[in-house]
């Protein structure tokens, strides 16, 4: 190409208008191959650029996360990030250090114990017991807080504060709350609501569980105090506290069992009349209502429900002349023995409900005191030794209450509890001692106002 009217002086180039239009055209062709490789130059260097800054702000958030428990230095490390990645956000918008996210939720959770760590301090400086609440409200953050690493200061502060709190009157107050709710020790619980009533305003959440508790009727504490005692495994907690609560059932459902005539499984009045011969023709009302009461003679026929099984029937007529045998209205030389074979026959036929009933029956308008007395004897003898069935259970309670000599009902229930929870008591022997004398009363016997906390170890 000639530029012949092209004039180049110092610092000027003169040319007219054709020379100007081929210049234009050679210089874009200049720049077709030169500015793509220029801009290729660039962006290549601008990404690396932004990588390196990246790494560079990633190692020192990842630093700061290494120490842990370094709250400045993860703060510096996040700072840095602005300043570091500069103008080039907006040539790379949301490019930031991969590790960013995680490094501010870090810092947001050590911010945390620093606030805790000024205010520990503050109440620290105070007398506990004015600060009580608020110590209780830190110590317990400090808690929730335990995953989150700490400095040795820090977990210094809350070891001070948590004794502090411990030491204090209503911390020591509130402990014992804790402890005694734990085991459901009414004594204790009692006692420490008591002290704390001392203290004017004080209260706390186990003091106030405390209180609803002992607020409620008995049979309900009783029956926490069951589940108590089996979470603890304290059996004998768990027998004196089911003994307890049956004699409140029974209290306050006398009424649904009594009299034995509402038992649902006895036989009609009139079908036990007409046992007898001599009933078909006359004297049937009578004989009915005689079910129940004394007689002179032995049942007519068996007291519960069990017709269509005549050797259950004859095995109760059996039971009826055993227990007329011991109580001396039968002839017989060996009353101990009676009243092994009245036993040994209600087991050997089921009949455990039909021998209470039997034994019942006869001590019902017994006109001869000391029939009545061998009466009483023959049924310690029995509860030691034949459980009733669940449905007649609570009968039984029931008419040991309303008719046990003396009003000791609680004796003839420990009867029942000794075999409930323990064993039998075969000799005839022994358990007339029992029933007559007291002598190896037994040990599942309670009074209502016994101790009923935990069993010592």
Same mark, same amino acid.
């Given at each position: 190409?000639?530029?012949?009217?092209?004039?180049?002086?110092?610092?000027?180039?003169?040319?007219?208008?054709?020379?100007?239009?081929?210049?234009?055209?050679?210089?874009?062709?200049?720049?077709?191959?030169?500015?793509?490789?220029?801009?290729?130059?660039?962006?290549?260097?601008?990404?690396?650029?932004?990588?390196?800054?990246?790494?560079?702000?990633?190692?020192?958030?990842?630093?700061?996360?290494?120490?842990?428990?370094?709250?400045?230095?993860?703060?510096?490390?996040?700072?840095?990030?602005?300043?570091?990645?500069?103008?080039?956000?907006?040539?790379?918008?949301?490019?930031?250090?991969?590790?960013?996210?995680?490094?501010?939720?870090?810092?947001?959770?050590?911010?945390?114990?620093?606030?805790?760590?000024?205010?520990?301090?503050?109440?620290?400086?105070?007398?506990?017991?004015?600060?009580?609440?608020?110590?209780?409200?830190?110590?317990?953050?400090?808690?929730?807080?335990?995953?989150?690493?700490?400095?040795?200061?820090?977990?210094?502060?809350?070891?001070?504060?948590?004794?502090?709190?411990?030491?204090?009157?209503?911390?020591?107050?509130?402990? #014992?709350? *804790?402890?005694? $709710? !734990?085991?459901?020790?009414? +004594?204790?619980?009692?006692?420490?609501? @008591?002290? &704390?009533?001392?203290?004017?305003?004080?209260?706390?959440?186990?003091?106030? #569980?405390? *209180?609803?508790? $002992? !607020?409620?009727?008995?049979? +309900?504490?009783?029956?926490?105090?069951? @589940?108590? &005692?089996?979470?603890?495994?304290?059996?004998?907690?768990?027998?004196?506290? #089911?003994?307890?609560?049956?004699?409140?059932?029974?209290?306050?459902?006398?009424?649904?069992?009594?009299?034995?005539?509402?038992?649902?499984?006895?036989?009609?009045?009139?079908?036990?009349?007409?046992?007898?011969?001599?009933?078909?023709?006359?004297?049937?009302?009578?004989?009915?209502?005689?079910?129940?009461?004394?007689?002179?003679?032995?049942?007519?026929?068996?007291?519960?429900?069990?017709?269509?099984?005549?050797?259950?029937?004859?095995?109760?007529?059996?039971?009826?002349?055993?227990?007329?045998?011991?109580?001396?209205?039968?002839?017989?030389?060996?009353?101990?023995?009676?009243?092994?074979?009245?036993?040994?026959?209600?087991?050997?036929?089921?009949?455990?409900?039909?021998?209470?009933?039997?034994?019942?029956?006869?001590?019902?308008?017994?006109?001869?005191?000391?029939?009545?007395?061998?009466?009483?004897?023959?049924?310690?003898?029995?509860?030691?030794?034949?459980?009733?069935?669940?449905?007649?259970?609570?009968?039984?309670?029931?008419?040991?209450?309303?008719?046990?000599?003396?009003?000791?009902?609680?004796?003839?229930?420990?009867?029942?509890?000794?075999?409930?929870?323990?064993?039998?008591?075969?000799?005839?022997?022994?358990?007339?001692?029992?029933?007559?004398?007291?002598?190896?009363?037994?040990?599942?016997?309670?009074?209502?106002?016994?101790?009923?906390?935990?069993?010592?170890?």
């Amino acid at each position: 190409q000639e530029f012949k009217d092209v004039v180049f002086g110092k610092t000027m180039v003169l040319y007219r208008t054709a020379e100007y239009s081929t210049l234009e055209l050679l210089r874009n062709l200049a720049l077709e191959s030169v500015i793509p490789k220029m801009q290729a130059a660039m962006r290549g260097h601008l990404a690396r650029e932004i990588k390196r800054r990246c790494f560079k702000l990633r190692d020192g958030i990842d630093a700061a996360l290494k120490k842990q428990n370094d709250l400045d230095m993860l703060i510096a490390a996040i700072e840095a990030v602005g300043p570091t990645i500069a103008e080039m956000k907006d040539l790379f918008p949301g490019i930031l250090p991969l590790n960013l996210e995680a490094g501010k939720k870090h810092r947001d959770d050590l911010q945390k114990w620093r606030d805790l760590e000024h205010e520990l301090e503050t109440l620290l400086n105070q007398d506990a017991n004015d600060v009580y609440y608020d110590l209780a409200k830190a110590t317990d953050r400090a808690e929730d807080l335990r995953a989150i690493p700490q400095t040795d200061k820090q977990m210094g502060l809350v070891e001070e504060a948590l004794s502090a709190r411990a030491n204090c009157e209503r911390g020591k107050i509130d402990n #014992e709350a *804790k402890d005694c $709710l !734990a085991v459901l020790d009414p +004594d204790r619980m009692n006692a420490v609501v @008591e002290r &704390a009533g001392k203290i004017a305003g004080h209260t706390s959440r186990e003091l106030e #569980e405390i *209180k609803e508790k $002992l !607020a409620l009727p008995e049979i +309900d504490f009783v029956q926490l105090e069951i @589940e108590k &005692a089996k979470e603890m495994g304290d059996e004998k907690r768990r027998i004196h506290r #089911e003994i307890r609560y049956k004699e409140l059932f029974i209290e306050q459902n006398e009424r649904q069992y009594s009299p034995l005539s509402s038992y649902s499984k006895l036989r009609e009045p009139m079908e036990y009349a007409k046992a007898s011969f001599l009933a078909k023709f006359m004297g049937a009302e009578k004989k009915a209502q005689e079910m129940l009461l004394w007689t002179k003679p032995g049942s007519l026929t068996s007291l519960t429900n069990i017709t269509g099984n005549p050797a259950q029937v004859k095995a109760a007529k059996q039971i009826s002349k055993f227990v007329r045998q011991y109580m001396g209205e039968k002839k017989f030389p060996e009353p101990d023995e009676a009243a092994r074979q009245l036993v040994a026959t209600a087991q050997q036929n089921s009949l455990q409900d039909e021998a209470m009933l039997q034994v019942f029956k006869q001590l019902n308008n017994n006109p001869n005191p000391e029939s009545v007395t061998k009466g009483w004897q023959l049924l310690g003898y029995v509860l030691l030794n034949l459980r009733p069935s669940e449905d007649f259970e609570n009968f039984v309670y029931v008419y040991l209450k309303q008719n046990a000599p003396e009003n000791d009902y609680r004796r003839y229930n420990s009867f029942m509890h000794t075999l409930q929870y323990g064993k039998a008591v075969n000799s005839v022997g022994e358990a007339v001692k029992m029933v007559r004398d007291g002598e190896g009363r037994s040990r599942f016997s309670i009074t209502a106002e016994e101790r009923t906390g935990p069993t010592a170890a």
